[in-house]
């Protein structure tokens, strides 16, 4: 049985499975990025999104951009590189069509 307060098995934990971060009690970015970089839809569980963290979870799957709080331009622009079906999620406020 896994002990969600010890750093070392968490992060055995989600290298297994990602969505192990649900139940990991003090989240380090380390253990987060582990996470999300094996299976994207884990950043759903982050409780403190970092940009690199988001980054790399639409890196790993561009559908991830559904559980970014806080899209920047170069998140979007990756998750939809990697998914263009992932434009779905883009916020209007950041859309990725300028008009001039």
Do not use: P
């Not at 990991?24 to 970015?29: F, H, P, R, S």
């Amino acid at each position: 049985m896994t002990d969600w307060n010890n750093k070392k098995e968490c992060l055995e934990a989600v290298k297994r499975n990602g969505l192990a971060l649900e139940h990991v009690k003090n989240q380090t970015e380390e253990i987060c990025l582990k996470a999300v970089k094996d299976y994207g839809f884990a950043l759903e569980h982050v409780k403190e999104q970092t940009e690199e963290i988001c980054l790399e979870a639409v890196k790993q799957d561009g559908f991830a951009l559904e559980f970014v709080k806080e899209q920047t331009e170069e998140i979007c622009l990756k998750a939809v590189k990697r998914d263009g079906h992932a434009l779905q999620y883009v916020k209007l406020e950041n859309s990725l069509s300028h008009a001039d």
